[in-house]
């Protein structure tokens, strides 16, 4: 079984900083984009950011200008560091490699901005 490992997380004030990071088994990693979602309580599963395997990347509206998302292949990792943390930002982050023909999930980190 493919396993998408997460990593970071936990609590911040409102307008702080977090960072996530997933790690990938190669052979998933160098084939997939990587995308990070997040789920809040009673909502919809939404696209945050990701990133295609020559680099592009692509962000929600409501993250841009405060996420960055990047991969580092030799590691086969993908990291999501967040910026400007507001409490809307609180949810389950999951980790999301897309190969085209197939997608993997990781089992998420929770992410919670309160003061």
């Known amino acids: 079984q493919v396993q998408l490992v997460e990593s970071g997380g936990g609590l911040a004030q409102p307008g702080g900083s977090l960072s996530l990071s997933c790690a990938a088994p190669e052979s998933i990693f160098v084939a997939s984009a990587m995308g990070w979602y997040r789920q809040a309580p009673g909502k919809q599963r939404e696209l945050v950011a990701s990133?295609?395997?020559?680099?592009?990347?692509y962000y929600a509206d409501s993250v841009k200008g405060r996420f960055t998302i990047s991969r580092d292949n030799a590691k086969h990792t993908v990291y999501l560091e967040m910026s400007g943390l507001k409490p809307e930002d609180t949810a389950v982050y999951l980790c999301?490699?897309?190969?085209?023909?197939?997608?993997?999930w990781g089992r998420g980190t929770q992410v919670t901005v309160s003061s």
């Open positions: 990133i295609a395997v020559a680099g592009n990347t």
């Open positions: 999301k490699a897309d190969s085209g023909l197939n997608w993997y």
